[in-house]
């Protein structure tokens, strides 16, 4: 079992790292305030609660994958072969189902929209 301190420990962690990858991209890639507004409108809102479920396990591999396809960085077996959950129990790795490839194109569907919706406001 884990302390109440030790969350804590884990959540400062998370927002320094947080704040450190905000301040490396300012300006290059993407927005600080639009990735800000974003994450605080994923955080906050009941309507994204299958990318909060699962993205510290396997979206952000499944994000990466689909970024790193697209520009053309890995090719469609490379491609293929990512979309695998990950066992936390044993580590191994299993194909998606149907449902849960669909599931996660769904989700990342809306979640880049949401993103687009902040880029045009501002």
Do not use: W
């Not at 909060?52 to 689909?66: D, G, P, R």
Request: hydrophobic share 40%; aromatic share 18%; with cysteine.
């Amino acid at each position: 079992m884990r302390t109440s301190a030790e969350y804590v420990d884990e959540s400062i962690d998370a927002y320094k790292e947080y704040e450190l990858y905000l301040n490396i991209f300012d300006g290059r890639f993407f927005c600080p305030t639009v990735a800000q507004r974003f994450c605080e409108m994923v955080y906050e809102a009941d309507d994204y609660y299958t990318f909060k479920a699962f993205s510290n396990l396997n979206y952000s591999v499944f994000a990466e994958t689909l970024l790193l396809y697209q520009i053309g960085s890995i090719d469609y077996h490379d491609f293929v072969n990512q979309f695998q959950e990950i066992s936390l129990m044993t580590g191994k790795r299993s194909p998606l189902t149907s449902a849960e490839l669909k599931l996660y194109i769904r989700t990342m569907r809306k979640i880049v929209d949401l993103y687009k919706s902040l880029l045009a406001e501002k």
